[in-house]
């Protein structure tokens, strides 16, 4: 399958800092990526949607200004956690989807960023 | 965006089939169903991928019944390294995008 790369798996911050997580797809044109965050003994929770080249769509409740997502091009996309606070604390992951002339595609994962705020 | 109901966990012994069911009643006409495995803090894994019937590749198969509003995921000889949390999506890249959203999962452990 095709390779989404997370970078870095792991950063510990202090509160009111930012921090910038990137995720690469190596091998194929993400054409549309999206962001999740995951708290412990829970399911992965979408926080957003973006499309290479437009503004990210935001799901409910995600403070657009706090979690700033970039999808500058079709292999990179970031995510920036502004004036981090403990309670971002999280395991941050993304995925990237391809190609959309075939009838339907799977969406791969990157292996997730774990953001402790201290 | 359907809406999917997985057990929340399950027990199993090595070298025993596993059969995971999903139910999925708002199906759209596009959909697809798609399973995913997770380790901790790691990434979703691609599984498996269906539309309707029999869908079978090395690693399982997957069950879609005529009205496509359940599938079952099956694990032939589960070993202790399947032990993990199983998720079973539907959506498609023509319905919001090709967002994909989470359901609960199914905590699968596996003993020996």
């Known amino acids: 399958g095709a390779v989404v790369s997370q970078h870095p798996s792991r950063v510990i911050c202090k509160s009111g800092t930012s921090v910038k997580i990137e995720c690469r797809s190596l091998?194929?044109?993400?054409?549309?990526m999206f962001w999740y965050r995951q708290f412990p003994k829970q399911s992965l929770m979408l926080m957003a949607t973006?499309?290479?080249?437009?503004?990210?769509?935001?799901e409910q409740g995600v403070e657009k200004d706090k979690f700033l997502i970039n999808h500058a091009s079709l292999t990179l996309s970031t995510l920036t956690v502004t004036s981090a606070h403990p309670e971002d604390s999280s395991f941050y992951i993304c995925?990237?989807?391809?190609?959309?002339?075939?009838?339907?595609?799977?969406?791969?994962f990157g292996q997730g960023t774990r953001l402790t705020v201290v | 965006l359907a809406k999917t109901t997985q057990p929340i966990s399950m027990d199993s012994y090595e070298g025993q089939e596993v059969n995971i069911t999903c139910s999925h009643n708002?199906?759209?006409?596009?959909?697809?169903i798609t399973w995913y495995q997770q380790f901790p803090s790691q990434g979703p894994r691609f599984i498996i991928q269906?539309?309707?019937t029999k869908v079978t590749n090395e690693v399982a198969s997957l069950f879609i019944p005529a009205d496509r509003k359940s599938s079952t995921l099956s694990l032939p000889r589960v070993s202790l390294s399947d032990t993990a949390v199983y998720y079973c999506?539907?959506?498609?890249?023509?319905?919001?995008?090709?967002?994909?959203?989470f359901g609960q999962g199914t905590e699968l452990s596996v003993k020996p």
């Open positions: 995925s990237a989807r391809g190609d959309k002339d075939r009838m339907n595609t799977e969406a791969f």
């Open positions: 999506l539907v959506g498609s890249i023509y319905n919001q995008g090709g967002k994909l959203i």
């Open positions: 973006s499309n290479e080249g437009s503004k990210a769509t935001y």
């Open positions: 091998d194929f044109q993400a054409t549309t």
């Open positions: 269906g539309y309707k």
């Open positions: 708002n199906i759209a006409t596009n959909d697809y």
